[in-house]
Structure formats: structure tokens, C-alpha cells
């Protein structure tokens, strides 16, 4: 999932699904007018096993903040190597 830190980021958040789709890797935005830490709880329950987080800094950079459920934070990573490494992780043919 997709979790924009708040209503002003958004946009970039659909970027990134946008990409994500066109990589065929199935991501969703988590739009609601909610604050992130209920975003990241609600996709911890639901056992969502990637949760990108953006913001600021990640939009500005082109990043996300990517957290794996039950291991926490992972840390920021650009786009483009998210998508690498989940392709790799889940055997999925990259560009």
C-alpha cells in the first residue's frame, strides 16, 4: 500500500502506484484523511507486506519510505529500487 503522509502528497502517491502498476506489482493508495501512524496500524492488521510511505523529503527525492510488515522500517529507497528488489524478492521479470 500507499501511504501518503497527509492530503498535500497525494498526488506524488498515485505517481508511485501509477509506476508500480505499470511494473505489474499491485499497490493501492490509502487516501484517507487519517494520520500516518493509523494508515501504517490499519495495513499492519490487514497484513499488507509492504507499506510505502511518502512525504515531503520522499517526493522532493523521488523516494519511498518503505516499511515490511513484521520487520519494521526499511528505510528510504529510490522508486526504481524498491520495484528492482520486490521483482527480485517475489520472482518477477524486470525491464
Known amino acids: ?3 501518503p503522509i497527509s492530503e498535500k502528497f497525494n498526488d506524488y502517491a498515485r505517481q508511485v502506484v501509477d509506476n508500480l ?12 484523511d487519517e494520520k500516518i501512524g493509523r494508515k501504517i496500524r490499519d495495513s499492519e492488521v ?4 509492504f507499506m510505502l510511505i511518502v512525504g515531503e523529503k520522499e517526493a522532493l ?12 522500517d526499511k528505510g528510504a529507497m529510490a522508486l526504481s529500487d524498491f520495484i528492482a528488489t ?10
Do not use: N
Not at 502498476?21 to 484517507?32: N, P, W
Open 86 to 95: 520486490f521483482s527480485h524478492e517475489f520472482g518477477f521479470p524486470t525491464a
Open 21 to 32: 502498476k505499470q511494473s505489474e506489482i499491485r499497490g493501492f493508495l490509502d487516501d484517507r
Open 61 to 72: 527525492e523521488g523516494k519511498v519510505s518503505v516499511r515490511k510488515h513484521g520487520e519494521g
Open 46 to 49: 490487514k497484513k499488507v507486506p
Open 1 to 3: 500500500s500507499v501511504l
